[in-house]
């Protein structure tokens, strides 16, 4: 997708939702996310019995465990909500920048529109991160996971319904740019269009079959746009 058509898409935007890993940073570049998984399952166990463990030794992706872990034992989900959280904080002092994430949070600024993180991540994380960019002073809000309720991730449109009511914003007027399925699935149900960011190869299908309304691989571009 070129600047042109991004910027149709873009123009009657006054708030942009950006998700968090991906479009702003990679969350797990320097502390990687099975070692973080593996750190959430560890100090899960004492709290776990045997039947509860099949997969998640194994589970490689810390949100996708905590999600499993908020299903099958609601009972320490807050547990593990906080032991991850914590663990993100530490991640993301080692997380590496995305190109054109930050150009795109102070093109918001620039073009009169204010930004918010939408993100599963934990808020705390993704607060850490943004007063270590210095760029707190340029997101207007930050919706993380629910603390304590993983039910709360995206492709659960809560979060998105969440900043809608801080924004005081009807849908059309904001755009959400995220790089995962359920990020779009999430701003269906909350009625807001969703720019795919397609970082991997294969994504931009996904992200299009998904429903995004356009799709682009580069972060640069959207700043530009918004320019
Ligand atoms: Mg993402």
Redesign the pocket.
Known sequence: MNTTQLTDVLRPARHLFL?????VCSVFAGMPAPDVARGLYESLRPALAPGDLEGWATESDPLALLRSVADRRPDVAAQADETLARLEVEAVALAKQTDGGEETIQACAESGRSVWII??NSGDAIRAYLADRGLDGAVTGVFGRVPGDPASMKPNPRLLLDALSAASATPAECIFV???AR?VQAGIAADVATIGYANKPGKAAVLAAAGAVAVTDSMGVIADALR
């Open positions: 998700d968090f890993d991906g479009p993100s599963n995220g790089d995962a990020d």
